[in-house]
């Protein structure tokens, strides 16, 4: 474990520099809730520090943060925005929490993205918002504060550990942090607590969002997700069972865990205008280039079964056009609308194929009247696609009653020697992530689609050099345009690492594999 250097003894903030493969070009920050300062935290910063660099704050008034004047929700926020890295992913635990979803709603461009722990929207019940602590129950413990914070302190500490499987353990830990805390912020910061209104702003949120709570929290009851999930759907949300208000010592394993899948997540989002740019700059030499794609798309089609019955077809994610020709072949009496999320590739089909209709759309958010086409084709398209469950609707909605759907994707094996190689020279993401036929499988099925037919082939390509297979890739388009990637170039020494990485799967007849899944599906409505 590395040692904690503090680097703002005015701010209360401390560091944990990465002491491994730091993952995450974003620092993340962790901030405590009320009555307890950043030991609440336990080995959790070190803990994450593997992989990112770690901050801990110390809200005004705890630890070494200088007191404020003035703690509104208003002032609170200023203070963070004048302490906060320009650009972080925010861990708040209970007030914190709040604090931090507030913070990432009014200043969007600073949060990566935000992660809660047993924080609610509204700490206190009202008449628009129930899931919370009885208003009775809050004042009580607010004047519990005023006549003896040392009594107040521990009835808080016995809440926070109270339907935990391990609350016994837990009351002894916590004894043992005591922590440091002025009197009139402890007292200023309840009352902002109470006050807390984050309706609004988890509805405005639009940074990828985790939401964590204990099952048995006493404090922010669970029954508060439904209002989550009512108001921003896009919140991940994750229940810890047996758990209360503290599951990150409780079930630290647990927690470490979810949040350790949520930020590897993040890396592996991509970036649409950035995939959208990557194909348009390739689009001249895309087909010359995508010799295994095209092959596999003439299979699809060969396996169709001519319709007359067929009249409107999409090939969705229809790149330089190529396949549409072929598709007006096997159905003449059929309308075919090339569609891809990228205008400078449909731009070069039309010069290629002038009789075509081009349209310019994304795949999870179709422009298509709800059962209005006889099929839906897409060859190595769909996995430039984030969310499956909404991508299977939208194909669904789309299709008419007894429409087929006919796809090819990579799977999660392609590339593997790629993959492992630049694991060797840095660990960080380099080849884009594709999800697996199981995957598909249940994405589709939700949608209500039925005699789904998966089929899985492992297809390996040979190369006279890293170097060509590299090229080939960048000739089809198929950058790696997720969030963890690297803003700065590759350079000289890491393709020389790269190279000396790849030379383990150098075959007897000095070539190079490249191992493509190929994942097809033929499905109904």
Known sequence: MNASVTINSQGGLTAYPCSGVCLYSQPIVLI???????????????????FADVLTLDLPGFGQSPTLNNYSQAAVIDWLAD??????????????????????????????????????LNFVASSSFSTAMPVEQYQGFAAAWEESNSDCLKRFCGLQTQGDSQQRQLIRQLRTMGGDLDTESGAALLKLLGEIDNQSAITALNCPTLAIFGQ?????????TEQFAQLN?????????????????????????????????QNYKLDKAKVAESFGRAAQLYDSAALLQHSVGEKLIADLNPDDSIKTVIDLGCGTGYHCPQLQENYPDAQITGVDISQAMLAYAATQ??????????????????????????NFALQWCENLDQLAGQLYRVLKPQGQLCFAVPGPETLKELRSAWQQVDGRVHVNRFNSLLDWQSALQGAGFNQVELHSETITQQHQSVRELLMELKDVGAHNNNAGKQNTM????????????????????GRFPATWEIISCKAHK
């Not at 890295?85 to 935000?114: K, N």
């Not at 194929?353 to 897409?378: H, T």
């Not at 590759?490 to 007849?509: C, F, I, N, P």
């Open 32 to 50: 405590h809730g009320w009555g307890i300062d950043s030991q609440i935290w336990q080995s959790l910063p070190e803990q994450l520090s593997d």
């Open 83 to 120: 302490i906060l890295p320009e650009r972080s992913y925010l861990l708040g635990l209970s007030l914190g929490g709040m604090l931090s979803c507030a913070f990432a709603a009014e200043y969007p461009a600073r949060v990566e993205g935000l992660i809660t722990i047993s924080s609610n």
């Open 216 to 224: 048995q929290d006493a404090l922010v009851p669970v029954a508060c």
């Open 233 to 265: 759907p896009r919140v991940e949300i994750a229940v810890v069972e047996d758990a209360g208000h503290l599951p990150n010592l409780s079930s630290g394993d647990k927690t470490l865990d979810l949040i350790s899948t949520f930020l590897q997540q």
């Open 353 to 378: 194929y002038p009789q075509g209709k081009w349209l310019c759309a994304d795949a999870e958010d179709l422009p298509f009247e709800d059962n209005s086409q006889s099929l839906v084709f897409s």
């Open 490 to 509: 590759t350079g000289k020494q890491h393709l020389k690492a790269l190279y000396a990485a790849y030379e383990g799967y150098r075959q007897a007849d």
